[in-house]
């Protein structure tokens, strides 16, 4: 095992260990008190021998939307009050974003903070939502409506738990690692890119893909803990892919979306002028091995008109996004909705997706 990063939050200070053998360090985490909040998943493919489920401190949890709700917070809270849970104790979270995030909010709420280690087991866990300190919980069928900040004490990640995850899954982690990548024009992009079908194939490979892509968070979460300045870039791609995830009933993962939004947010520099062809091309060429087998419903383009213009992060009625003068130059933007402007996405998607 080694610390590959040390975060310096405001919160609290962190780490995160790349380890070989988690199980050791789950074997020592068994003690009073410690409580697992673990994915149903995860559990029957790694550790039915290790967590015995009959324990009344290991709840297993089906990891999806519908489970990230205040109501089932409080009802796993009630089950842990039950048995004893105390300030003193920890929770372990393992599983992916999902897992993470009803932990995380748990962890904020009960006894006014508790302690939380967290073994993320997803991709996009293990190279993106594992820092940066955000617990965000669905309410009222909207999604990640309530939230804290609160970040775990110690993250482990090993990449043996992506043998097992979907190729869906993968491809969605990718998506987001490369959002970290282009803000950074880390020269990781081009490899990633050439190496993708092998990393599809061997999952071991992709350490250090995921220790470039904290590291790059990491920067930007010390800078920006709270995101009301700087980090805001790392919306890039974010504004597109989010309503089509919706559009599409979230069929669409949310890293594939993302890349497609990255596509759409360049496509959109190119026609205001901030990116010539070239460097459009350069780009969509890369991101292009990340789409997803795809058709936009053209005879939905209003709703996806409407989904855009009431996300979150818009400050007026315009749409708040991040554009692009190149890798490495994203910038905050206010895309005026125009018919001009309309017509332009509307122009991407039916030469691209229809
Ligand atoms: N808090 C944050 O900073 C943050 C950031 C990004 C996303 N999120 C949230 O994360 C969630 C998405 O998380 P995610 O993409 O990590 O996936 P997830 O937690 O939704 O899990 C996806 C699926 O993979 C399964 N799974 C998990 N690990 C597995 C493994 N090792 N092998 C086989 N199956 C496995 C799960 O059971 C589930 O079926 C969303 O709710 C999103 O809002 C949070």
Redesign the pocket.
């Known amino acids: 095992m080694f610390e590959y990063l040390k975060i310096q939050s405001i919160l609290r200070s962190y780490s995160v260990y790349f380890s070989g053998d988690t199980d050791q360090l789950i074997s020592e985490l068994k003690v009073n008190n410690t409580f697992f909040l673990v994915?149903?998943?995860?559990h029957e493919?790694?550790l039915s021998g290790l967590l015995h489920a009959e324990l009344k401190n290991v709840i297993l949890i089906?990891?999806?939307?519908l489970n990230?709700t205040p109501d089932f917070c409080l009802s796993l809270i009630e089950l842990m009050v039950e048995n004893n849970i105390k300030k003193s104790s920890k929770l372990v979270a393992i599983?992916?974003?999902?897992?993470?995030?009803i932990t995380?909010f748990i962890a904020s709420i009960l006894f006014r903070g508790i302690d939380w280690i967290f073994f993320?087991?997803?991709?996009?866990?293990q190279a993106?939502?594992?820092?940066?300190?955000?617990?965000?919980i669905?309410f009222n069928l909207v999604?990640?409506l309530l939230?804290t900040f609160n970040p775990p004490s110690e993250i482990y990640i090993n990449t043996k738990?992506?043998?097992?995850?979907?190729e869906s899954?993968i491809k969605?982690?990718i998506g987001?690692i490369f959002h970290y990548y282009y803000y950074k024009n880390s020269d990781y992009i081009s490899r990633m890119v050439s190496e993708y079908h092998r990393i599809l194939a061997d999952r071991s490979l992709i350490e250090p893909y995921i220790q470039e892509s904290l590291s790059i968070k990491k920067e930007m979460v010390e800078r920006d803990e709270f995101d009301k300045g700087p980090r805001r870039v790392f919306n890039y791609g974010h504004t597109f892919g989010h309503a089509l995830e919706a559009l599409t009933d979230y069929y669409l993962?949310?890293?594939q979306a993302v890349t497609i939004g990255m596509d759409l947010a360049n496509f959109i520099s190119l026609n205001l002028g901030f990116i010539n062809q070239l460097q459009y091309d350069v780009m969509r060429k890369e991101l292009e091995i990340n789409f997803p087998n795809f058709r936009f419903p053209l005879d939905s383009f209003d709703k996806y008109l409407q989904l855009l213009s009431k996300d979150k992060k818009n400050t007026n009625e315009n749409v708040t996004c991040i554009l692009t003068k190149g890798k490495g130059d994203l910038f905050l933007y206010e895309l005026v909705f125009n018919e001009n402007n309309k017509a332009l996405v509307r122009n991407y998607f039916t030469s691209n997706f229809a």
Do not use: M, Y
Not at 39 to 42: A, E, K, L, S, T
Not at 62 to 65: I, P, T, V
């Open positions: 994915d149903r998943n995860v493919k790694f089906e990891a999806n939307e990230k599983g992916g974003g999902v897992i993470q995030d995380s993320p087991t997803t991709l996009l866990a993106d939502s594992c820092i940066g300190s955000k617990s965000s669905n999604k990640n939230g738990f992506l043998n097992t995850l979907s899954d969605s982690g987001e993962n949310h890293g």
